[in-house]
């Protein structure tokens, strides 16, 4: 995973609303933008917005039937996201002991 996609997963998981949405996403098989926006605070033009970047920073994937689009979050994503840090942190941890 490049530092680019890092940072790209980074600033999108690092909004609240966002991460709320990444979770509900996450917690179902699929869901759908109606689905979402009844979430107490989140309007319909609003979930789109953070769907997109959830979906251009490869955290979800999204599909469309009929007049619905579904979104279904992307494990292995995380999974890579999660292995990248951690070598960042190993790397870190290499410096303190030289």
Do not use: W
Not at 5 to 29: N, Y
Not at 33 to 46: H, K, L, N
Not at 59 to 85: D, H, N
Request: glycine share 6%.
């Amino acid at each position: 995973m490049t530092r680019a996609e890092i940072e790209k997963i980074s600033k999108a998981l690092g909004d609240k609303t966002r991460l709320r949405i990444f979770e509900a996403i996450s917690a179902r098989e699929e869901t759908t933008c109606c689905d979402i926006a009844s979430m107490r605070g989140v309007t319909p033009a609003t979930v789109s917005h953070h769907l997109r970047i959830l979906n251009d920073a490869g955290l979800i994937a999204c599909r469309r039937k009929g007049q619905f689009v579904y979104s279904e979050a992307a494990p292995e994503t995380i999974e890579e996201y999660a292995r990248a840090l951690a070598k960042m942190a190993r790397g870190k941890q290499r410096a303190k002991t030289s």
